[in-house]
């Protein structure tokens, strides 16, 4: 005997087989929760590096402006400004990048002042 959808599979003898598996099956939940794949998986932002230009009483205003322009293509004006916040703070924060293109620019932008004999430099932080 054979019933399928009634909890009964019985031999030739009406001894039950697979009656385990059937008390097995009764106690399947009906609804199962699955969790929903993200459509948007979670990324972690690159934490930002600030370049950092420093004053020195040595280096050419004209040169700071130039190396400015050129490492970190800012035009005429912004790198004066720039240049002269340095002068008068003692610091100024050039632009923002991920670590290794803040730390490549800032070795870059010293250099251009050591080739010329400029004690210029470019630190970097990370930001808060
Ligand atoms: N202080 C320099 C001068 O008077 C100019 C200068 C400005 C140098 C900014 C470096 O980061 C600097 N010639």
Redesign the pocket.
């Known amino acids: 005997m054979v019933s399928i959808g009634a909890a009964t599979v019985a031999c030739a003898e009406g001894r039950p087989i697979f009656s385990g598996y059937f008390d097995w099956l009764a106690a399947m939940p009906e609804t199962v929760t699955v969790p929903r794949t993200r459509l948007r998986p979670k990324t972690e932002r690159p934490k930002l590096h600030k370049v950092i ?5 040595y ?3 004209e040169f ?1 402006v130039t190396v400015l322009k050129g490492e970190f293509h800012m035009s005429e004006d912004q790198a004066q400004r720039v ?1 002269i916040t ?2 008068r703070r003692g610091v100024c924060v050039v632009a923002v990048f991920t670590k290794d293109v803040a730390e490549t620019k800032a070795t870059r932008a010293s250099d251009a002042g050591r080739a010329k004999g400029y004690p ?1 430099q470019f630190t970097t932080e990370p930001e808060e």
């Open positions: 230009l420093v004053n020195d009483d280096t050419p205003r700071v240049m340095a002068h210029l």
